[in-house]
Nanobody, 128 residues
Framework: QVTLVESGGGEVQPGGSLRLSCAASEYTRNYYALEWFRQAPGQEREGASCISSTSGTTVYTDSVKGRFTISRDNAKSTVYLQMNNLKPEDTAVYYC?????????????????????WGQGTQVTVSS
């Protein structure tokens, strides 16, 4: 069973940057797409980004395109989310997820229903 541990959250001013990391407990290279979801106070959890298991294909929700970059190091079973030009509306708890479906292009709305494992979440606060 995959377990995921996020790190790298914190507080930053608008326009600043943060990098989130998510370490998986087992080798995820061939089996899982790795995703980042986020949940703002009073709102539903939403998908932000996804990277496919072997092709490395990436998908982003419209609100983060051009500002966020997802990447993965399969040798370390780790996925990263580089977040630049952060805005107050990016404030949320960010969750890492491993999805049973390995190809991000086959995940409608990032398909939370097929997530195999969730991380515990890390808080990102963007405030002046």
């Amino acid at each position: 069973q995959v377990t995921l541990v996020e790190s790298g959250g914190g507080e930053v001013q608008p326009g600043g940057s943060l990098r989130l990391s998510c370490a998986a407990s087992e080798y995820t290279r061939n089996y899982y797409a790795l995703e980042w979801f986020r949940q703002a106070p009073g709102q539903e959890r939403e998908g932000a980004s996804c990277i496919s298991s072997t092709s490395g294909t990436t998908v982003y929700t419209d609100s983060v395109k051009g500002r966020f970059t997802i990447s993965r190091d399969n040798a370390k079973s780790t996925v990263y989310l580089q977040m630049n030009n952060l805005k107050p509306e990016d404030t949320a708890v960010y969750y890492c997820a491993a999805n049973f479906i390995s190809d991000c292009t086959r995940l409608p709305d990032f398909a939370p229903s097929t997530v195999a494992a969730w991380g515990q979440g890390t808080q990102v606060t963007v405030s002046s």
